[in-house]
Structures are given as C-alpha cells and as structure tokens.
C-alpha cells in the first residue's frame, strides 16, 4: 500500500518560518512534489523533489531524504495570504498518478 | 497563460442519476488525471488517462465511472448513477509529459448529490 503522513496543523506569526514535515511509504517512488490549497480552490504546484537535497523557489523551499522516506517544505518570511492547506504528493511510477497526503492546514497570525 | 478549464462550476443532482463533467486540459499536454476531495478530506486520485486509454485507476474508480476524450480537446468524467457518498470537489489535471512532475489543475466541479 501507499500511505503518507503530514501534520494536520501548523500555526505560525507574519514573518515567521514553518516547516511542514511529510513521511511516504510507496512501493515506489518517482518523486515528491507540494501542493498548495486555498479553501475553495484548486490545489496548486509549489515544488518538486526527485533527488536528496534542498530546492529552492523563492521564499519556498523543499527538501527530501529518500533513504529516510521523508521530506519537508519550508516557508520563510510568512505572509497572511500563505494561510492555506498544503499537500505532499508521491508520484510512484513514471507517468502515473500522485498519492496525496491528507494535508497540513497552515495558519498564520498578524 | 495557458490553464485547465472544467464546467459546471457546481452540479447539484438526484440520486441515480447520471453526470458528466467536464475538463479542457491544457492544449499540448499528454496526461490527464481525475481526482475528487470531499471536503476537508484529502485530494484522492481517480484515474489517469493517456493516449486515448485510461493508464491507470484507483479503486475508488469503479464500474459506475468512466472517462472519455470525445474529441481533441475535451476529457470527461461520466458518473452513471449516483450516489450520496458521490458529493465531492472532482478535479482535472493535466502534464505535458510523464516525466514533468507539475500537475496542473481545473477549478474544479463540486457535485452535490441529494
């Protein structure tokens, strides 16, 4: 089976960094991508992982550690609009759909 | 800049009856994807769909589902009789490729089924 577990919640201040951990057990992986979600909308793509180490998008940056099936998104200088839920997502096999983890729901306080 | 589109918005249905939704992927991808998110739960995959046939499907996707791409440029979802438990935000991705790991996703369609 496929299973990945994230904090339900996160809380945090303007201006702040979070970091939001993700463990995965796949039978295989391809992979480790983040979503963001805001109530209502669609989820949208933050970043990708496929290899060990640390990315970095601007104030967003993911990091994954394969043989610890275990990665993290990291959120600097949080902003209000940064409220969201936030999904890490395992893509097993070439071409192929992405496990959802059940999401982190991130709150940040003026 | 490009984006995936999917209509309705909202469909508001009787039990047993059939629905269609529908998603406009974005022109040059390859893959296609449904997946639905009851609310406040997780995004779960349906299926995906690449050269004209479904590539794979979760269990969720069962014989009252099925996927069509009618023509060049529409993929649908078909929900031949509905259920309660069907009530749900159903979303359409796309990727260019297999290999590009940014799925881009519709607005969505919340089906509410009474």
């Known amino acids: 089976g496929q299973s990945l577990e994230q904090p339900s919640e996160v809380t945090a201040v303007e201006g702040a960094i979070v970091q939001i951990n993700c463990t995965y057990q796949?039978?295989?992986?391809?992979?480790l991508s983040w979503y963001q979600q805001h109530d209502g909308g669609a989820p949208t793509f933050l970043s990708y992982?496929?290899?060990?180490g640390l990315e970095e998008t601007g104030r967003f940056s993911s990091f994954l550690s394969r043989s610890d099936s275990y990665g993290y998104l990291l959120l600097q200088e949080l902003q209000m609009k940064d409220s969201a839920s936030y999904f890490c997502?395992?893509?097993?096999?070439?071409?192929?759909?992405?496990?959802f983890g059940p999401g982190t729901r991130l709150s940040v306080l003026p | 800049e490009p984006e995936v589109t999917q209509t309705p918005s909202h469909q508001v249905t009787q039990m047993g009856q059939e629905v269609i939704l529908r998603c406009v992927p974005i022109?040059?991808?390859?893959?296609f994807y449904w997946y639905r998110q009851i609310l406040g739960q997780k995004v779960e995959f349906l299926v995906s769909?690449?050269?004209?046939?479904?590539?794979?499907k979760s269990e969720i996707f069962d014989d009252q589902f099925s996927v069509e791409r009618p023509d060049g440029s529409n993929f649908t979802l078909k929900i031949r009789s509905t259920k309660l438990e069907d009530s749900a935000m159903y979303f359409c991705?796309?990727?260019?490729?297999?290999?590009?790991?940014?799925?881009?996703f519709g607005p969505g369609t919340r089906l509410t089924v009474l």
């Open positions: 991705a796309s990727t260019p490729s297999g290999g590009i790991n940014e799925q881009f």
């Open positions: 796949t039978s295989g992986f391809y992979g």
């Open positions: 769909f690449y050269n004209n046939e479904i590539s794979e």
């Open positions: 022109s040059n991808h390859l893959y």
């Open positions: 997502a395992v893509r097993d096999h070439y071409g192929q759909n992405f496990v």
């Open positions: 992982n496929a290899l060990d």
